[in-house]
Each structure stands twice: as structure tokens, then as C-alpha cells.
């Protein structure tokens, strides 16, 4: 059985996950709320769908959904940088998560 808590992959995205909840959790009442959960809901889908490609057991399948999971990461890149924009987080908290995501990409190519 394969277990992704195990694997590097997912560590790293639970790692800025939480990150991203350490950051945001307080702003999820008021006017960025949409913003807010925005950003949370795309980065525990990313996180979710690392974990449902390396949970596959047929390797070319799983490989498709951690590929697919690229493409996540710039929806939360994106979110990222509209949170940003409307002044949410700091530039330095921008660059840090951003440099992260940016890194997962990178991982996520060269995965399985």
C-alpha cells in the first residue's frame, strides 16, 4: 500500500497548505472573504490531488493526475497574487508562498 503522507511530494504542498491557513484562517470573515476562500480551497485541492496521484496504483494513471495537478498550482498562484494584490499578505509572504508553489510545479514535472 502506498501511503503519500510518505512522499516528499505531498509533504511539501501540506507544508504551504498550512502556511496558507496560518495566513488566512483570520481573514475569512469580511470584504476578502471570497479572496480568502479562494485561496485555501485551491491550495487543498492541489495538496488533495498530489495525494490522489500518488495513491494510484497504476503509475502512467497516477502520473496523468500529478501532471493534472500542474495546473492547480497556477490557480493557486494565481489566488496567491490577487490576495496579494488587494493587500492581504506582504510582499515577503507573497514572494515565500509564491517561490514555493513555483518549486512544486518544478517537482511535480520531474515526479513518478
Do not use: C, P
Amino acid at each position: 500500500m502506498n501511503n503519500f503522507h510518505d512522499q516528499k511530494l505531498w509533504q511539501d504542498a501540506f507544508v504551504v497548505l498550512m502556511e496558507i491557513h496560518d495566513t488566512f484562517d483570520d481573514m475569512r470573515d469580511g470584504a476578502s472573504e471570497e479572496i480568502v476562500e479562494d485561496v485555501i480551497g485551491s491550495a487543498t485541492d492541489v495538496t488533495a490531488k498530489i495525494a490522489d496521484g500518488l495513491s494510484r496504483a497504476d503509475r502512467r494513471f497516477g502520473r496523468q493526475v500529478l501532471l493534472d495537478a500542474i495546473g492547480m498550482v497556477a490557480m493557486v498562484r494565481t489566488h496567491l497574487a490577487v490576495a496579494w494584490g488587494r493587500g492581504l499578505v506582504s510582499d515577503d509572504m507573497f514572494k515565500s508562498m509564491d517561490d514555493k508553489y513555483a518549486l512544486l510545479t518544478e517537482n511535480l514535472q520531474r515526479s513518478r
